[in-house]
């Protein structure tokens, strides 16, 4: 695997990067396992502190973190700006509330003494991180962990290795220990040598469901513990009793936010039959109004693809759909930019049967579906075996909660743009994914729930009274 960055708005190869080896890899072990050991005696609140550090220094230098995104995967600069801002935010809340989330908690029982779950940390986690949030999707494994303890070797994408160096950077320059999160450019078979080591303990990946099978298959053969974060086909249903204007003014946002490329972007979007054309004609409109530049310049509002091959393959999506019967509403023209830049494009007229309805468009293009009942929104939006996120519009909020809850995903907002939070948990269900990550769940996805009961004296009142399920020989 060839770890380069080329800026996908000038086709630069700004830089390279050679593989780890063999020795790097060893090292980084050995030392991420002497950091467990020391953490493993310490206390969650002795290193808050150190990511509060962290936290200002991504504010510190949030200008040269979103220009490594920018120039890694062609992100809008305010939007990598608002990425740096988040990682700060997420580095915050976990030193803030970290600790007191770690404290044992107590069991009421018939067992004779006191009982109580206590949380330990497991040991070095490998974490197989994404292009399309280069500093978020670490952050969102790493907030948490640290102060869990467990350090973490990172592997990043091939094209935002730029992204992955300026993070541990960040680690570098704070006070934290180095071994903290160690980045290395492996390959995938690395990857699987490092999840077999007995030093590891647990895996977190966020990427394709390709990629998760892999990973996932490496870390049961060694019984490792894992969470995945893996695609979506979000749907954002619009309800017969939505207000159109507030509909459409979010619609075009959640789906060309970072140049479509995010797993839960609403990408079907499924109306009822009495609001669709005016969905339509407001969803053209916004679409032919984004002006395609450079991610540099503030008045650019649609960033380029993240690389020519990702065009590629979106560009392939669309030409097949519209072969297999789709209508091609408005877009799929050439953007006459030297960059990736792919037109926003929405497709109509998608039966089941077109490869379109199944599959995870990864860029700017909406489909849009219409449904005659409330039903009919649920049952399409649930045909599918990817389960991430969610929107649903409706005019009266209860009834868009209870259609959301009917909704078979991991995440839905109701009258509001899907948004991350370091308070709220992440993750979805189906071929999206297991495990949660942030909030409280991310925080004990890679932890040792301790079981710890306590009597005044030796006592056999459990035994005597028939407590003992087990085999006393």
């Known amino acids: 695997m060839a770890y380069k960055t080329i800026n996908p708005y000038t086709n630069e190869v700004v830089k390279e990067y050679p593989n780890a080896t063999t020795d790097d890899i060893q090292k980084a072990l050995t030392v991420g396992h002497q950091l ?6 310490d206390k969650p609140e002795n290193r808050s502190g150190q990511l509060h550090e962290i936290a200002k220094l991504f504010r510190k230098h949030s200008d040269q973190l979103a220009k490594a995104m920018v120039t890694d995967m062609g992100k809008l600069y305010r939007e990598a700006q608002g990425e740096v801002e988040l990682c700060a935010l997420i580095a915050d809340y976990f030193a803030d509330h970290g600790a007191q989330l770690l404290a044992p908690t107590k069991i009421e029982t018939v067992a004779t003494g006191d009982a109580q779950i206590k949380k330990h940390p497991l040991g070095i986690l490998m974490m197989v991180e994404p292009w399309n949030f280069p500093m978020y999707q670490i952050m969102r494994g790493f907030a948490p962990n640290f102060m869990v303890g467990n350090p973490m070797i990172l592997k990043h994408a091939s094209n935002t290795p730029g992204s992955a160096v300026a993070f541990e950077d960040v680690i570098k320059e704070s006070s934290a220990p180095d071994a903290s999160l160690q980045n290395l450019f492996l390959s995938y078979d690395q990857v699987s040598e490092i999840i077999a080591d007995s030093r590891v303990q647990g895996v977190a990946l966020t990427g394709s469901e390709r990629g998760g099978r892999s990973v996932a298959k490496a870390a049961g053969e060694n019984l490792k513990k894992n969470t ?7 749907a954002f249903v619009v309800l017969d009793d939505a207000d159109i204007d507030s509909v459409a003014d ?3 946002r959640a789906r060309l936010y970072n140049a479509g490329q995010v797993c839960t972007s609403s990408k079907r979007f499924i109306v009822a039959a009495n609001l669709y054309d005016q969905f339509l004609a407001k969803l053209k409109e916004n679409f032919a109004n984004v002006k395609p530049g450079d991610p540099m310049d503030s008045q650019t509002t649609l960033a380029p693809m993240n690389s020519k091959r990702a065009k590629d393959k979106l560009q392939s999506q669309v030409d097949e759909a519209i072969e297999a019967g789709a209508t091609l509403y408005y877009g799929n023209k050439k953007i006459d930019l030297p960059g990736q830049f792919f037109q926003p494009t929405i497709l109509t007229d998608i039966k089941k049967d077109n490869p379109a309805y199944s599959e995870e468009m990864f860029g700017p293009v909406a489909q849009v579906y219409k449904v005659n009942s409330e039903q009919e929104a649920i049952d399409l939006a649930n045909d599918s075996d990817l389960g991430l996120g969610g929107i649903v519009f409706s005019g009266d909020p209860k009834r ?11 995440m839905v907002f109701v009258n509001n743009f899907m948004t991350s939070l370091p308070d709220l948990p992440f993750g979805g269900v189906k071929n999206s994914g297991y495990g949660r990550e942030m909030s409280s769940l991310g925080l004990n996805a890679f932890v040792n729930e301790q079981l710890i009961v306590t009597a005044d004296k030796p006592n056999m009142d459990n035994l005597a009274g028939g407590l003992v399920a087990t085999d006393p020989e």
């Open 228 to 234: 995945m974060e893996l695609g979506g086909t979000d």
């Open 250 to 252: 979010i619609a075009w």
């Open 36 to 41: 467990f050991k020391q953490w493993e005696a």
């Open 400 to 410: 868009g909660t209870k259609v959301a809850s009917r909704i078979e995903t991991g």
